[in-house]
């Protein structure tokens, strides 16, 4: 391998791999660490110093120095603190050193990350745990072990322990609906995710000329350029050389981690990309994307651009977003969610489609709540992304299907006999036949679902566990129910027939930017949650803390600290930008502005005095001063909003006031800010355009 070229010879070079462990390991170490990785064992104090010192070992081959704990704490992004492998050993001399407990367990300083009060800020010890499944790594001379975090209560303080216990619980309800099927070869069952990322790339020059771009990976003023994405010349596009360039370095990075990136195009807007990975492990998945999140934005900076990920960095043109391909598998390779070959194969697929269906039906406030944040607020419902209205594509020829099964009726012109699940009059399925429909937040795509909803700076860690959560609590109503029925084929038919008849609202195979579409689902019972207070509201409900807890996924006081950092991370992102606007608009905007007005006035005096016509300088100075005038009043607005919010000690109070009157002057200032914008003169105004931004790279 090491010999090959190209992408043979880079591919997971810098992963202490499975095929790297075969390779360094004793036989019994590796089988000991293997049936870790599949089974969940816990690995013996033994064989964990073994693992830690071949691992060292590879590492200073490579190059490392350092070794961290990586985790993936509330904050959404990752976290690490790095000890040096260096240990003194007498004499001024030192030995290199890293012990099975140092692999499997750290103890960084948790009193400052997010807690929601699970903590507090004087009790600092938390702990890191170590996570066999997802491979240790070296970034930048760095040995990074992957793992979960926790308090010293053991509640979980990260994102990564509940994905992990969601994961548990899915295998352990799957498992009993499949052995159901009779696939007793069956060992474990694991949910996979293929994330796709979108992004923008801007010259460095011209964000460093934005500090709103700087404090808030959004631009809060910015009047719409001549073009935009309206000429849909930009999508699938040819790459520009210098976007290519940093896509080169990307993809080489990127493969020496071992993170399956394939798919990479031009998207919407301008200067708008995107990059697809193959699926894996959803646990893995999720730290392969918290990774290439961090590599685009250091590779952009070799290039002299940026790398942005905000949902909405520009108005007027698409926002980011992040397609979470969602799917579940056995450990002999069966997709749970792809139709079979027989009868009895179609059976199983319907019954875990179903429980898909009517889990995304019973927990659409959690799906929505799991990609709430300020940003993705801007997206959700723009005509560029799903609505904030959780709905599921199926396509005609599935949706036909259930239909049949539901009344009982023959499905195809040439079909004479009635749809019985499990028996020889139930169609052999046609494969990835379904139109893709981009409005939808939830569609079936063949052998997965692609949830759409998500914001591209999110983890995919919180959606993924609630759906994994979710379809565990369904699929254990259903093994409930099947386990102990006379009659299995009649109970699977009846069963798949009652849920589709209580959960077709759900379906819905139209146009979702539709606004009869909203009205429609209003009428349909789903809920509309437009912003993240109006969602995270429903966090705590009791049927969501029920199915959390008894699948041990989040303790009560886990959900509770969790809604707390929901509405504090919320409000101190609207707090920044609300900040950073009054700050630019009183010391860069409206000072240019008043430049422009006088030296406008100045000339139309001259020029009267000449005995020139000032028509146009009256008519511009007459536009600028109203809009002036109210873009002074709706920032004094703004000023009394900010103090007033951050007087407010409840959070969920705080968080209301944050979504309504601060945001509304925010909009309000903007609105004014941009028309000024497009009537001051180039040369006064003190930020780079939209269309310098956007169009910048080449």
């Given at each position: 391998?090491?010999?090959?070229?190209?992408?043979?010879?880079?591919?997971?070079?810098?992963?202490?791999?499975?095929?790297?462990?075969?390779?360094?390991?004793?036989?019994?170490?590796?089988?000991?660490?293997?049936?870790?990785?599949?089974?969940?064992?816990?690995?013996?104090?033994?064989?964990?110093?073994?693992v830690?010192?071949?691992?060292?070992?590879?590492?200073?081959?490579?190059?490392?120095?350092?070794?961290?704990?990586w985790?993936?704490?509330m904050?959404?992004?990752?976290?690490?603190?790095h000890?040096?492998f260096?240990?003194?050993?007498g004499?001024?001399?030192?030995i290199?050193?890293?012990?099975?407990?140092e692999?499997t367990?750290?103890e960084?300083?948790?009193?400052?990350?997010p807690?929601?009060?699970?903590?507090?800020?004087?009790?600092a010890?938390?702990?890191?745990?170590?996570?066999?499944?997802?491979?240790?790594?070296?970034?930048?001379?760095?040995?990074?072990i992957?793992?979960?975090?926790?308090?010293?209560?053991?509640?979980?303080l990260?994102?990564?322990t509940?994905?992990?216990?969601?994961?548990e619980?899915?295998?352990?309800?799957?498992?009993?609906?499949?052995?159901?099927?009779g696939n007793?070869?069956?060992?474990?069952?694991?949910?996979?995710?293929?994330?796709?990322?979108?992004?923008?790339l801007?010259?460095?020059?011209?964000?460093?000329?934005?500090?709103?771009?700087i404090?808030?990976?959004?631009?809060?003023?910015?009047?719409?350029?001549?073009k935009?994405?309206?000429?849909?010349d930009?999508?699938?596009?040819?790459?520009?050389?210098?976007?290519?360039?940093f896509m080169?370095?990307?993809?080489?990075?990127?493969w020496?981690l071992?993170?399956?990136?394939?798919t990479e195009?031009n998207?919407?807007?301008?200067?708008?990309?995107?990059?697809?990975?193959i699926?894996?492990?959803?646990?893995?998945?999720?730290?392969?994307?918290?990774?290439?999140?961090?590599i685009?934005?250091?590779?952009a900076?070799?290039?002299?651009?940026?790398?942005?990920?905000?949902?909405?960095?520009?108005?007027?043109?698409?926002?980011?977003?992040?397609h979470?391909n969602?799917?579940?598998?056995t450990?002999?390779?069966?997709?749970?969610?792809?139709?079979?070959?027989?009868?009895?194969?179609?059976?199983?697929?319907?019954?875990?489609?179903t429980?898909?269906?009517?889990?995304?039906?019973?927990?659409?406030?959690l799906l929505?709540?799991?990609?709430?944040?300020?940003?993705?607020?801007?997206?959700?419902?723009?005509?560029?992304?799903?609505?904030a209205?959780?709905?599921?594509?199926?396509?005609?020829?599935?949706?036909?299907?259930?239909?049949?099964?539901?009344?009982?009726?023959?499905?195809?012109?040439?079909?004479k006999?009635l749809?019985?699940?499990?028996?020889?009059?139930?169609?052999k399925?046609?494969k990835?036949?379904?139109d893709?429909?981009?409005?939808?937040?939830?569609?079936f795509?063949?052998?997965?679902?692609?949830?759409?909803?998500?914001?591209?700076?999110?983890?995919?860690?919180?959606?993924n566990?609630?759906?994994?959560?979710a379809?565990?609590?369904?699929l254990?109503?259903?093994?409930?129910?099947?386990?102990?029925?006379?009659?299995?084929?009649?109970?699977?038919?009846?069963?798949?027939?009652?849920?589709i008849t209580?959960?077709?609202r759900?379906i819905?195979?139209?146009?979702?930017?539709?606004?009869?579409?909203?009205?429609?689902a209003e009428?349909?019972?789903?809920?509309?949650?437009?912003t993240?207070?109006?969602?995270v509201?429903?966090?705590?409900?009791?049927?969501?803390?029920?199915l959390?807890?008894?699948?041990?996924?989040?303790?009560?006081?886990?959900?509770?600290?969790?809604?707390?950092?929901?509405?504090?991370?919320?409000?101190k992102?609207?707090?920044?930008?609300?900040?950073?606007?009054?700050?630019?608009?009183?010391?860069?905007?409206?000072?240019?502005?008043?430049?422009?007005?006088?030296?406008?006035?100045?000339?139309?005096i001259?020029?009267?005095q000449?005995?020139?016509?000032?028509?146009?300088?009256?008519a511009q100075?007459?536009?600028?001063?109203?809009?002036?005038?109210?873009?002074?009043?709706?920032?004094?607005?703004?000023?009394?909003?900010?103090?007033?919010?951050?007087?407010?000690?409840?959070y969920?109070?705080?968080?209301?006031?944050?979504?309504?009157?601060?945001k509304?002057?925010?909009?309000?200032?903007?609105?004014?800010?941009?028309?000024?914008?497009?009537?001051?003169?180039?040369?006064?105004?003190?930020?780079?355009?939209?269309?310098?931004?956007?169009f910048a790279?080449?």
């Open positions: 391998m090491s010999n090959q070229s190209g992408v043979f010879g880079i591919f997971g070079e810098n992963v202490f791999s499975e095929s790297v462990m075969k390779e360094r390991l004793p036989k019994d170490t590796f089988k000991e660490v293997k049936n870790a990785i599949d089974n969940g064992k816990r690995l013996s104090d033994e064989a964990a110093n073994v830690a010192n071949e691992m060292k070992q590879w590492a200073i081959e490579k190059g490392a120095t350092h070794f961290t704990h985790f993936q704490p904050t959404g992004i990752t976290a690490e603190k000890d040096s260096i240990a003194p050993s004499e001024g001399n030192i290199l050193k890293f012990s099975g407990k692999l367990q750290g960084p300083d948790a009193s400052s990350f807690s929601g009060g699970l903590r507090a800020t004087f009790e010890r938390g702990y890191t745990a170590w996570d066999p499944t997802s491979f240790a790594f070296i970034k930048e001379g760095v040995l990074c992957p793992t979960a975090f926790c308090s010293y209560g053991g509640e979980a990260d994102k990564k509940p994905l992990l216990r969601s994961m619980a899915i295998n352990k309800q799957a498992l009993r609906v499949v052995k159901l099927f007793e070869d069956v060992k474990s069952v694991k949910t996979t995710v293929g994330p796709e990322q979108e992004y923008f801007i010259d460095e020059e011209g964000y460093k000329a934005r500090r709103d771009l404090y808030t990976g959004r631009t809060l003023f910015g009047a719409p350029p001549p935009g994405q309206q000429m849909e930009h999508y699938f596009g040819v790459i520009k050389p210098r976007v290519q360039a080169k370095d990307l993809n080489s990075e990127l020496k071992g993170i399956l990136a394939t195009h998207e919407v807007a301008p200067s708008q990309h995107e990059l697809a990975p699926f894996t492990t959803t646990n893995i998945a999720t730290d392969h994307n918290q990774l290439t999140m961090e685009m934005k250091k590779v900076q070799k290039h002299g651009l940026v790398c942005l990920l905000h949902e909405k960095p520009f108005a007027g043109v698409n926002g980011s977003g992040k979470n969602w799917s579940i598998s450990d002999t390779g069966i997709n749970l969610l792809e139709p079979g070959e027989t009868p009895y194969e179609n059976a199983q697929f319907l019954i875990f489609l429980a898909v269906i009517r889990a995304v039906d019973d927990y659409q406030d929505r709540i799991s990609v709430a944040s300020a940003g993705n607020d801007h997206r959700l419902g723009a005509n560029e992304a799903p609505p209205v959780i709905s599921i594509f199926l396509g005609s020829e599935l949706t036909e299907i259930l239909d049949a099964i539901e009344n009982d009726k023959p499905y195809g012109a040439k079909e006999e749809l019985k699940v499990g028996v020889h009059v139930l169609p399925f046609p990835d036949t379904t893709r429909n981009r409005t939808s937040p939830f569609a795509t063949g052998n997965k679902f692609e949830f759409r909803m998500l914001g591209s700076a999110s983890s995919v860690a919180l959606p566990t609630v759906l994994n959560t379809v565990a609590e369904i254990k109503q259903y093994a409930d129910k099947l386990e102990g029925a006379e009659d299995f084929t009649t109970a699977i038919h009846d069963l798949i027939k009652s849920e209580a959960h077709k759900i819905f195979n139209g146009n979702g930017y539709d606004d009869s579409w909203i009205r429609e009428k349909r019972g789903l809920s509309n949650l437009k993240t207070p109006d969602a509201a429903h966090y705590l409900d009791d049927k969501n803390v029920a959390f807890t008894s699948h041990k996924v989040y303790s009560e006081a886990e959900l509770q600290s969790r809604h707390e950092v929901f509405l504090d991370k919320y409000c992102l609207l707090h920044i930008e609300a900040e950073t606007m009054i700050e630019m608009a009183t010391k860069d905007i409206l000072p240019a502005v008043s430049a422009y007005s006088s030296d406008l006035s100045e000339n139309i001259t020029k009267k000449a005995g020139a016509d000032v028509i146009f300088e009256q100075l007459g536009r600028i001063s109203s809009d002036m005038k109210s873009a002074y009043e709706a920032l004094e607005s703004l000023k009394d909003a900010v103090s007033k919010a951050e007087d407010i000690s409840d969920v109070s705080k968080a209301d006031f944050y979504k309504d009157p601060v509304k002057d925010m909009d309000e200032l903007r609105k004014y800010c941009d028309a000024l914008e497009a009537q001051t003169a180039s040369d006064y105004w003190p930020f780079p355009s939209y269309g310098e931004l956007l790279v080449r």
